[in-house]
Structure formats: structure tokens, C-alpha cells
């Protein structure tokens, strides 16, 4: 997916490349589209060098070229790498996610305003202008005609500059800090003055040129178009999986409203109401148990030959007390007021 073919050449001497390349051929281009990629290619090919690096895509068409030299004798020697993970594709392919996705929260950021103005001036300084000069274009069309020539026009400078970059740093340091410096001094000044971003319909503007921006870079960030084209079907379709959910929790927070349940309220019981319940469940519970004991298959002789007073048993099942006078008396000694329980719990402090 981000494997690229390397290929660069160098030679003592001078020379170009020509492309020879039926696709690259305008004299009968098939569509306006294929015609503008025909001359944007023959614009941005490398004029002549010494060293000249080419980066092919291995999945997409087959490329031709040839190797035209400045002079009739001409000695030259021809590299190629192929790189599994071009990581300049990667980064690319993930700047574009990353921008998708936090779109929205750029666009309403004062501070990747003031960044990308600065560095929009800096490198574009063309299309700055045009921004600042748009009040006095009367005309949409012309100002988005100006707009596309800028942008072409800056883009096609700055990757004319880049190839010389490592000499023009060489060469002219000094020159090129006090551009970037002066420039980038002044369009801050410039965002600065207008401030940033407050109505909705300029962040929305800003947000769905960064959504495209991120669209383009997903693009080109990847070798197969296959895959570019299923990375931005996934990226809409998540993107847009939100509505659902949204309205699918309005529709639930909806149902709550109309079909309120009722909230389980739990009441803790005081000393008096605890041993009143303790007692009538006592009660029920041993008046169950007497039912169950007057039942005509109630094993009678072999409960009584496990009991050790089966006396008390069978008064208990004819209405009697389960327990006997000293069984209550010595619960009274040990629970009640007064009792051994009570003042152990009262005056040891290990219990406490």
C-alpha cells in the first residue's frame, strides 16, 4: 500500500529526462482532465541536473523514459531501490486521518489559525494576498479564478524550490531566514488584526476545506487506488455512522420520556420496625412449620426418634411455644436490658 519505486540517476555531466510515455503525450488527450495532469506532469519534470531521482508507483501504469544528455558523450549510472514502506507515504496517509477527524476542532482553534496563516503566508504568499485582497473583487468567478491560478502558481514554486532547497540553504541563508521572518512576521500581524475565526458559517467554511484537504492527502498517501478509494469510503462512512447514533439516543431519551419507570426506593427500617418484622416473619414462619408437621404423610416416627425431647416437639405442633420458660429467661439474661451482650458491647472498646 505505501511501497514506491526509487529510481535515481547520475552522471558527471548534464542532463534531463523525457517521458516518452504515451500518457504523457498531449497532442491527443482523451479528456480535460487527462490534459491538465498531462501538463501539470510536463511543468513539474525535472529540468537538468547531475542527479536526478525519480519515484515511481508500482501499481499504477507502466513508465517510460529516456535519458537525453547535454552532450554528445555522455557517461551516466542508474540506481534502483524499491521501499516496502515509503514512510513519506505513510505520514502523508496519517496527517490525512488525523485531519479528517479533528477538523472540526482545528477549524475552531485560534491557534491553528494563527499557525497555518503565518505558515500560509510564508509559503504561499500569493494566495495570501488574494485573501486579504478579496473585499475589493467584485466579482465570485474572478476571485476563484485568481484563487486557482494562485494556488497553482504556489505550488508549482515551492516544488521548484524544494529541489534546490540543499543549495539555496548553502547559498543564500541569510536571505531565506529574513523571508520567512519578515513574511511570517506580517501575516501574523495580519491574522492577529483580524482575529480569529468567530461566525459559523467561516468555521464551517474552514472545516469542509480541511475535510477535502484531508481527503486529498488519504489519496496521496497511498500507492494502490483501490485501496486510497476504500480508506475514504471508510473514513465518510464513519464520519457520518454519528447522525445515526445521535438519533438513535434522542429517540431512546425520547421513549424514557414518554414511558417514565418507576425508580426503586429503598427505606431502611428503625430498631422497633426491624423487631416487629422479625417477629411476624417469625411467627409465619413457624405457623408454616405446624402445617407442615399435621399433614397426614408427615414422617412422625422418624422425626421423634431423632429428637431429644419430643415432648416439647409436640406441643409446639399443638399450638404450644417452641420455646420453654428457662430457654426465654436465659435469652433475657443474656440480650435483653441489662444483659451480658448489651454491657459487652457497651464497655469493651475491643467490640467498638
Known amino acids: 500500500m505505501w511501497s514506491t519505486m526509487e529510481v535515481k540517476i547520475t552522471s558527471p555531466g548534464l542532463f534531463r529526462i523525457v517521458y516518452i510515455t504515451e500518457k504523457y503525450n498531449c497532442q491527443y488527450p482523451e479528456t480535460i482532465l487527462s490534459f491538465i495532469k498531462c501538463?501539470?506532469?510536463?511543468?513539474?519534470?525535472?529540468?537538468?541536473?547531475?542527479?536526478?531521482?525519480?519515484?515511481?508507483?508500482?501499481?499504477?501504469a507502466t513508465v517510460c523514459f529516456s535519458v537525453e544528455p547535454e552532450k554528445k558523450i555522455f557517461k551516466y549510472m542508474i540506481h534502483v531501490n524499491r521501499n516496502i514502506v515509503d514512510f513519506k507515504l505513510f505520514f502523508v496517509f496519517v496527517a490525512g486521518v488525523?485531519?479528517?477527524?479533528?477538523?472540526?476542532?482545528?477549524?475552531?482553534?485560534?491557534?491553528?489559525?494563527?499557525?497555518?496563516?503565518?505558515?500560509?503566508?510564508?509559503?504561499?504568499?500569493?494566495?495570501?494576498v488574494l485573501l486579504l485582497m478579496k473585499r475589493f473583487i467584485p466579482k465570485y468567478s474572478t476571485f476563484w479564478a485568481l484563487m486557482v491560478g494562485c494556488w497553482f502558481a504556489s505550488v508549482y514554486v515551492v516544488y521548484q524550490l524544494m529541489e534546490d532547497l540543499k543549495w539555496l540553504w548553502y547559498e543564500n541563508r541569510t536571505y531565506i531566514l529574513g523571508y520567512v521572518l519578515i513574511v511570517g512576521f506580517f501575516s501574523f500581524a495580519v491574522c492577529y488584526k483580524h482575529g480569529p475565526l468567530s461566525d459559523d458559517r467561516s468555521r464551517s467554511l474552514l472545516m469542509w476545506t480541511l475535510?477535502?484537504?484531508?481527503?486529498?492527502?488519504?489519496?496521496?498517501?497511498?500507492?494502490?487506488?483501490?485501496?486510497?478509494?476504500?480508506?475514504?469510503?471508510?473514513?465518510?462512512?464513519?464520519?457520518?455512522?454519528?447522525?445515526?447514533?445521535?438519533?438513535?439516543?434522542?429517540?431512546?431519551?425520547?421513549?424514557?420520556?414518554w414511558f417514565p419507570t418507576e425508580e426503586l426506593v429503598v427505606k431502611y427500617l428503625t430498631e422497633d420496625e426491624y423487631r416487629e418484622q422479625a417477629d411476624a416473619e417469625t411467627n409465619s414462619a413457624l405457623e408454616e412449620l405446624r402445617r407442615t408437621c399435621r399433614k397426614p404423610d408427615f414422617p412422625w416416627w422418624l422425626v421423634i426418634s431423632r429428637l431429644h425431647t419430643p415432648g416439647k416437639f409436640a406441643d409446639f405442633v399443638l399450638g404450644g411455644s417452641h420455646l420453654s420458660p428457662e430457654e426465654i429467661s436465659l435469652h433475657e439474661e443474656q440480650y435483653g436490658l441489662g444483659g451480658a451482650f448489651l454491657e459487652e458491647q457497651l464497655f469493651n472498646p475491643s467490640t467498638s
Open 39 to 60: 501538463v501539470i506532469h510536463n511543468l513539474w519534470t525535472p529540468k537538468e541536473s547531475n542527479k536526478i531521482t525519480i519515484i515511481i508507483n508500482p501499481y499504477g
Open 98 to 128: 488525523f485531519l479528517f477527524f479533528y477538523a472540526k476542532t482545528l477549524s475552531q482553534s485560534p491557534t491553528f489559525y494563527y499557525s497555518s496563516g503565518t505558515v500560509l503566508g510564508v509559503l504561499m504568499t500569493l494566495v495570501f
Open 211 to 257: 475535510r477535502l484537504l484531508s481527503l486529498l492527502l488519504v489519496y496521496a498517501g497511498v500507492a494502490m487506488p483501490q485501496f486510497a478509494y476504500a480508506a475514504i469510503i471508510l473514513l465518510i462512512a464513519s464520519w457520518s455512522l454519528h447522525y445515526p447514533l445521535r438519533a438513535f439516543s434522542y429517540m431512546r431519551w425520547r421513549m424514557k420520556q
